[in-house]
């Protein structure tokens, strides 16, 4: 059997999740939005919670948040430690699979922010979003979409509306914010209870 990961430490504050690609390759723009993000929900009184990685834009992001004196909780599947590359200079579980990582990503937060990433990004997104499609949770899901990155999915989620396979109430799922500070904003409690205030795309 394999061993539970360590307890996390005890958080009293609102957490965030932060959903975001890791490749060094991205175009700057993106990572620096990440770290930007990190240091102002610290600054905000949030937890960021993230996939663990030091590369691309979760390291940013994790980075920036704990310069600025944020808490952070990484969660990493082990096979991922090399590839990713730890951030071990903040709270980190190793754990066993990407399922595992992805629920206590999900137990640990009180909102969700979706960065420009991959295709393990998209994965996470459209599983959450699904999850609150079939009424199994109401955290606001907030897009990151800085130069537009999403604006391609929102697109097919309109396209799978206007087909029939999913009701138009679905499009209220999530807001949509194109900077930093819109989206620091959107995480406000008043805020995030009525994700109408908010673009929907």
Known sequence: MAASPDPIAPFDG????LFCGSSEAADPVYTAAAAAFGTEA???GWRLVYGGGGVGLMGAAARAAHAAGGRVLGVMPAFLRSRERLFDE???LVVTSMHERKQIMYDQSDAFVVAPGGIGTLEEVVEL???KRLDLHG???I???IDGFWDTFFALMHHSVETGFTPPSFLTAWVVCDTVEAAIEALRPDVTTDGLKYDQR
């Open 42 to 44: 610290a600054r905000a």
């Open 129 to 131: 979003l699904s999850w």
């Open 139 to 141: 955290k606001p899901v």
């Open 14 to 17: 609102p957490s965030v999740c």
């Open 143 to 145: 897009f990151l979409n």
């Open 90 to 92: 903040v709270e980190t």
